[in-house]
RNA sequence: GUCCCCGUCGUCCAGAGGCCCAGGACGUGGCCCUUUCAAGGCUAAAACACGGGUUCGAAUCCCGUCGGGGACGCCA
């Protein structure tokens, strides 16, 4: 029998990190067992669910690639997917479950009669468990407006879906027995579950809307890389048992066991993320870093169309320069501006280190009239400018700092040779002689610094 | 309060009785490189919650304590 797992959200919330990695999950055991991964829109709560949530669920997956065999928009055998659209199944079930005494009327609702004993289930990553059933009270399957509860649609969907494996947060834990119970009574031969430990915030809080629990599609906005989310997300709760962390989609797949799984919360550390974003921004090819770029540069009105044809090699060389230096897609665009463009103001801690001097406007002038009669590459730029340096006795770092501030504005930059060759002789001549003219720049008060 | 789960460096993951005076990664400190910031190289500090057992031997098994988390809805 090859393996049916779900991934069955509430659209009462957007997809966060904490969803998304149970899905992932769901959907590493699905892959690697020839499996099928279904989708389901557990959407009984019709008060707080809405149309937008359920696409901005699938939007996410989507984008961390995480697709379902079975589900919303691809349809399947079992269809439909959408709770609110089975309410039948779960009439007819309820009456079932009535006409043999396991459940009864209480005030227009219907509560399940819980036996006398003791219910025990065996959990993938925490062993045997098992409650007595004096501690589950009576539960309510089907509300007095007539819509089921969760308990019991899950059920009920779990056994038409033909699913074998359910693989969920902790916080279900307590809710399995009255699952187990009513697998029971219907007959049915309980799924393996599987209990995968919560994510917790950096205060070791659980995740929640004020606590970092984030829509993954604010990541995306936020310039990180969804192979890179992905891999990180696999291995919080989870390890491959070895000392490998950088893995694609396809060695996860072919890694990924329940028992792998802690039994612990994790917390999740952005500072790791940001690693693992770096890595995989290291590793992608120059096209693929350009069409993740794309909208970060567009929405900073730094791209052109030309980047797809002339200027293509010349936007690949300013990237490796950036490449090293940037931990998400967002860096790329505030570090790629001063190569398309001149600054519109100096840094002014950076003028007061770099250009404050009696003579600033003199260097600049003459490092002007240098690179104006200099060959245009890092070895001879780099050369003329200690050249320069040494002949008007001042060190070569004077010159490359206040270079650095005239042609970016900014006290952080790549290496300055590189980035002057790229950006040009007009443009960077212009820069230096505009800021020649400019000087001295007004400092701001020292006061400002102390605030 | 009751029930359930969990407890290895700050964080994530290794470790399923001797291979562990505990390993890797992120982060942090130092050094090197250096025109800035990164990246890179080298290096350092950093943990088996505590107390009892079991055993020749325990991070690994058992019990208790403490701590953390979760669940106790006609929410999912």
Same mark, same amino acid.
Request: net charge negative.
């Given at each position: ?21 149970? #899905?992932? *999950? &769901? ?14 829109? !557990? ?38 997917? *959408? ?56 539960? @309510? ?39 187990? /119970?009513? =697998? !029971?009574?219907?007959?049915? +031969?309980?799924?393996? =579950? ?34 890179? /989310?992905? &891999?990180?997300?696999?291995? %919080? ?29 994790? @917390?999740?550390? +952005? ?18 870093? @350009? ?15 030309? *980047? ?25 665009? +505030? ?15 950076? @003028?007061?280190?770099? %250009? ?11 490092? #002007? ?27 070569? #770092? ?18 300055? =040779? ?16 505009? %800021? ?10 020292? #006061?400002?610094?102390?605030?």
């Amino acid at each position: 029998m090859t393996p049916r797992l779900r991934f069955a959200p509430s659209p009462t919330g957007y997809l966060h990190v904490g969803g998304a990695r149970t #899905a992932l *999950f &769901n959907w590493l055991y699905a892959r690697r067992h020839g499996g099928t991964f279904v989708l389901r829109i !557990e959407d009984t709560d019709t008060q707080r669910s809405s149309d937008d949530m359920v696409s901005g669920i699938l939007d996410g997956l989507r984008w961390l690639g995480i697709d379902w065999d079975e589900g919303p928009e691809v349809g399947g055998p079992h269809a439909p997917y *959408f709770q609110s659209q089975r309410l039948d199944r779960y009439r007819a079930a309820v009456s079932d479950l009535v006409s043999r005494g396991c459940a009864y009327e209480d005030d227009g609702a219907i509560r399940f009669r819980v036996p006398q004993g003791t219910t025990t289930f065996h959990d993938e990553v925490h062993g045997p468990i098992s409650f007595d059933n004096a501690h589950l009270e009576s539960f @309510v399957i089907l509300r007095s407006d007539g819509h089921p509860t969760y308990h019991l649609s899950v059920v009920v969907d779990d056994i038409d879906m033909g699913i074998t494996h359910v693989v969920r947060g902790d916080d279900h834990i307590s809710n399995t027995p009255k699952h187990v /119970l009513l =697998f !029971e009574a219907f007959g049915a +031969t309980p799924p393996r =579950f599987a209990h995968v430990p919560l994510i917790m915030g950096a205060d070791k809080k659980r995740l929640s809307k004020r606590h970092g629990a984030t829509s993954v599609l604010e990541y995306e906005r936020q310039g990180y890389l969804p192979d890179a /989310l992905f &891999n990180f997300l696999a291995l %919080l709760g989870w390890g491959t048992g070895t000392d490998d962390e950088l893995l694609s989609r396809e060695e996860l797949v072919q890694r990924f066991t329940l028992d792998g799984i802690s039994g612990g919360n994790a @917390v999740f550390n +952005t500072d790791k993320l940001d690693w693992f974003n770096h890595q995989y921004l290291l590793k992608l090819s120059d096209d693929a870093l @350009v069409a993740h770029l794309r909208p970060f540069l567009i929405e900073a009105g730094l791209w052109r169309d030309a *980047f797809h044809s002339t200027d293509h090699a010349w936007l690949v060389q300013v990237l490796a320069l950036l490449r090293p230096r940037a931990q998400r897609l967002t860096e790329f665009a +505030t570090q790629f501006r001063p190569f398309c463009v001149a600054p519109t103001e100096y840094d002014t801690e950076g @003028v007061r280190k770099h %250009l404050s001097a009696s003579d600033s406007a003199a260097h600049i002038t003459a490092l #002007a009239a240098c690179v104006t009669a200099s060959a245009w590459n890092v070895e001879t730029l780099e050369r003329d400018l200690r050249a320069l340096a040494e002949a008007r006795g001042i060190k070569a #770092a004077v010159l490359i700092h206040a270079a650095r501030l005239a042609v970016t504005g900014r006290m952080v930059s790549p290496g300055l =040779f590189d980035m002057l060759v790229l950006i040009g002789r007009n443009a960077v001549v212009t820069r230096l002689q505009r %800021l020649a003219r400019q000087l001295p720049l007004p400092v701001a008060p020292s #006061a400002a610094a102390h605030e």
